[in-house]
């Protein structure tokens, strides 16, 4: 299958520095990447859509101006978290399409906010 | 609003046992369904994908059946082994937009 990768895997800041990950479709060309976040012992919430050459689409009560997305290229997009505080402290995982419905998903990134 | 959920949350089995994870939907209009391998602070591998259409899949010790009407799905491990240990988990997706809505997952144990 297609491989995503992200970086960096983890990654602990100061509260109310800004953080960006990467994801990256090593193999294939994304259109549409999609990121998640996780807290512990529960599921992945869909957070934002990553449209490639267009602006990202936020699913209801994430904040656009806290979570910027930028999908510059075919290849990579990236979410920054501006201002991260504690209670951004999550995992966040990003996927990628790909054929025949299925997505790949990347490792994670590990944010931890001091 | 479409809901996942996952039963058991937990579950711990000795080798050997075969079992069966529970994923149940409340909008039975879906696009597909998806059963995906969690390891402990990782990425997701997709196992079993299943269309709308489509009654089941099986790979290896792997066999996934959708009903849609009564919107369940259920995910059957033969012959479980400690690598087998994950959470295991369920997503759903309304259209074709690539769009997952996940369970909160199954932890399996499986005792050597």
């Known amino acids: 299958g297609a491989v995503v990768s992200q970086h960096p895997s983890w990654v602990i800041c100061k509260s109310g520095t800004s953080v960006k990950i990467e994801c990256r479709s090593l193999?294939?060309?994304?259109?549409?990447m999609f990121w998640y976040r996780q807290f512990p012992k529960q599921s992945l919430m869909l957070m934002a859509t990553?449209?490639?050459?267009?602006?990202?689409?936020?699913e209801q009560g994430v904040e656009k101006d806290k979570f910027l997305i930028n999908h510059a290229s075919l290849t990579l997009s990236t979410l920054t978290v501006t201002s991260a505080h504690p209670e951004d402290s999550s995992f966040y995982i990003c996927?990628?399409?790909?054929?025949?419905?299925?997505?790949?998903f990347g490792p994670g990134t590990r944010l931890t906010v001091l | 609003k479409q809901e996942v959920t996952q039963i058991p949350a937990a579950l711990s089995v000795p080798e050997g046992e075969n079992l069966v994870l529970n994923c149940s939907f409340t909008d039975s209009a879906i696009y597909n369904l998806q059963w995906f391998r969690q390891d402990p602070g990782k990425g997701l591998t997709s196992l079993l994908l299943?269309?709308?259409?489509?009654r089941e899949q099986t790979s290896g010790r792997l066999n996934a059946s959708l009903d849609k009407s009564s919107g369940r799905s259920t995910l059957y491990i033969a012959a479980s082994q400690p690598g087998d240990s994950a959470t295991y988990l369920c997503a759903v997706s309304p259209d074709s937009s690539y769009k997952l809505i996940f369970g909160s997952g199954t932890r399996l144990l499986v005792r050597p």
């Open positions: 990553s449209n490639e050459g267009s602006k990202a689409t936020y």
């Open positions: 996927s990628s399409e790909g054929q025949g419905n299925e997505q790949f």
């Open positions: 299943i269309q709308s259409s489509q």
């Open positions: 193999d294939f060309q994304a259109t549409t």
